[in-house]
């Protein structure tokens, strides 16, 4: 009697904890979901007559060294511990090289495909990465989706579309179209930039739960790798007036919440899958656009409100939400 007055039954204690872990993971995502959506408003308040003040290639190396820096304090502050008392073997590390060098090239090849097909065109095209991700997954780990899911998929895909459909005709008035083109090399470019994509998150995923170490340690392991070829690809870039050039307080909010998402989309690929992470994207349009709408006074047309319906659904058809 005492025990049920003073904690409970152990089914309601379970229910709790079952109650505190969805709480916690529903977090999670939430603020996945804000990282990703406040990060192209957060780049267009950095803009200078248009342009962007400093080095992308800095910004992507500070933020993978942010990401580094946070794994190793997380690492000494909570997991050292339970680490087991030898080094890691070579083979525990190895696996995460590819995807980190696979994500340091997309960063790259994002940048350049700009000069290759306007900024609508990217963003729709792009959307592929999702079916590509889910072929991935099918074909390394084998994964198969039934019928329901495939849909729910390609209603992502759809929903990207409109939202940047929507995006479009927000920013262009009529007197002003966008003008939609991708050169053949755009074409060969955004069809490798999809493919890498879902290569990198299936790789990262398998490497991620093949593994049974903290999730601390092996973001170490990602982040080194990660830093090594960004840093890399930052020294054969272009010469730059200085890694700092340009660098703002938004700057720094940038490159800290990157760093945390970072973080927040391992735990979600080595917890569920890197399908989830594709949803957090997705959702991610709907904040994009709140933002947008706050500090541009972005005008929202029906088309987004259509993207924002097929996600709802896409959510319901692949996870039975309800």
Same mark, same amino acid.
């Given at each position: 009697?005492?025990?049920?007055?003073?904690?409970?039954?152990?089914?309601?204690? @379970?229910?709790?904890?079952?109650?505190?872990?969805?709480?916690?993971?529903?977090?999670?995502?939430?603020?996945?979901?804000?990282?990703?959506?406040?990060?192209?408003?957060?780049?267009?308040?950095?803009?200078?007559?248009?342009?962007?003040?400093?080095?992308?290639?800095?910004?992507?190396?500070?933020?993978?060294?942010?990401?580094?820096?946070?794994?190793?304090?997380?690492?000494?502050?909570?997991?050292?511990?339970?680490?087991?008392?030898?080094?890691?073997?070579?083979?525990?590390?190895?696996? #995460?090289?590819?995807?980190?060098?696979?994500?340091?090239?997309?960063?790259?090849?994002?940048?350049?495909?700009?000069?290759?097909?306007?900024?609508?065109? #990217?963003?729709?095209?792009?959307?592929?990465?999702?079916?590509?991700?889910?072929?991935?997954?099918?074909? /390394?780990?084998?994964?198969?989706?039934?019928?329901?899911?495939?849909?729910?998929?390609?209603?992502?895909?759809?929903?990207?579309?409109?939202?940047?459909? @929507?995006?479009?005709?927000?920013?262009?008035?009529?007197?002003?179209?966008?003008?939609?083109?991708?050169?053949?090399?755009?074409?060969?470019?955004?069809?490798?930039?999809?493919?890498?994509?879902?290569?990198?998150?299936?790789?990262?995923?398998?490497?991620?739960?093949?593994?049974?170490?903290?999730?601390?340690?092996?973001?170490?392991?990602?982040?080194? #790798?990660?830093?090594?070829?960004?840093?890399?690809?930052?020294?054969?870039?272009?010469?730059?007036?200085?890694?700092? %050039?340009?660098?703002?307080?938004?700057?720094?909010?940038?490159? @800290?919440? %990157?760093?945390?998402?970072? /973080?927040?989309?391992?735990?979600?690929?080595?917890?569920?899958?890197?399908?989830?992470?594709?949803?957090?994207?997705?959702?991610?349009? /709907?904040?994009?656009?709140?933002?947008?709408? /706050?500090?541009?006074?972005?005008?929202?047309?029906?088309?987004?409100?259509?993207? @924002?319906?097929?996600?709802?659904?896409?959510?319901?058809?692949?996870?039975?939400?309800?």
């Amino acid at each position: 009697m005492l025990l049920l007055e003073e904690g409970g039954s152990p089914g309601v204690l @379970a229910a709790r904890v079952r109650m505190r872990e969805r709480l916690r993971w529903g977090l999670l995502l939430l603020l996945s979901v804000f990282a990703y959506g406040s990060h192209a408003p957060l780049l267009a308040l950095c803009r200078v007559d248009g342009a962007l003040p400093f080095s992308t290639s800095s910004v992507v190396l500070a933020t993978e060294l942010t990401k580094l820096g946070a794994s190793a304090t997380l690492l000494l502050a909570r997991d050292w511990p339970s680490l087991p008392p030898s080094a890691p073997p070579l083979s525990a590390v190895l696996p #995460f090289a590819l995807p980190a060098a696979l994500y340091a090239l997309n960063n790259n090849l994002a940048v350049h495909m700009q000069g290759w097909m306007d900024p609508v065109t #990217f963003q729709v095209l792009g959307n592929l990465k999702i079916m590509a991700t889910a072929v991935a997954r099918w074909l /390394l780990l084998r994964q198969p989706l039934p019928a329901r899911r495939w849909a729910a998929l390609a209603l992502l895909v759809v929903s990207g579309a409109c939202h940047a459909g @929507a995006v479009n005709r927000a920013r262009g008035g009529p007197e002003e179209p966008v003008r939609l083109y991708i050169t053949p090399l755009g074409a060969a470019a955004i069809a490798l930039y999809c493919s890498i994509s879902g290569l990198a998150a299936t790789l990262t995923e398998h490497a991620l739960k093949s593994q049974p170490l903290p999730l601390s340690l092996q973001n170490l392991f990602l982040y080194s #790798f990660g830093a090594i070829a960004n840093l890399a690809a930052y020294l054969a870039g272009p010469p730059t007036a200085g890694f700092f %050039q340009g660098f703002s307080p938004v700057v720094g909010v940038i490159i @800290a919440s %990157q760093a945390l998402n970072g /973080l927040l989309t391992s735990a979600i690929m080595k917890h569920d899958s890197s399908i989830t992470r594709l949803f957090v994207i997705s959702c991610s349009m /709907l904040v994009n656009a709140g933002l947008s709408v /706050l500090l541009f006074h972005l005008r929202l047309t029906p088309l987004f409100f259509l993207a @924002a319906c097929l996600i709802c659904f896409a959510i319901h058809l692949y996870y039975r939400v309800r």
